[in-house]
């Protein structure tokens, strides 16, 4: 199970397409948005929350961004070496943590 390797002091802030993950991880803290229910609306407080939520998940979301830009993290991996995959996600989100480091160091 993915959440079995995450200590329990860490936060995971997921999006809502993680369903039913509370039910199998209930050692670890989750937040999570609340989905619209069918023919209701979300209350104004409810919004106001997965604002906030959504807030803190963009950093995520575009480091992920970043990553992908790497053509070989978004490509299918034939390779019968066991970790050619984590290696080049890892290469790759060095790189983008170089680009990032770079572009904020001489304001490209």
Known sequence: MITSAIPKDVVCILDSGFEGIEKTSKKVNIIKPKKKPKKRELTATQKAKNTRISKKRIFVENAFAGIKRFR???DVIRCFRKDFKHLVFVLAAGL???HLFFNKRFNY
Request: no cysteine; proline share 0%; net charge neutral.
């Open 72 to 74: 070989i993290t978004s």
């Open 96 to 98: 983008w943590n170089l």
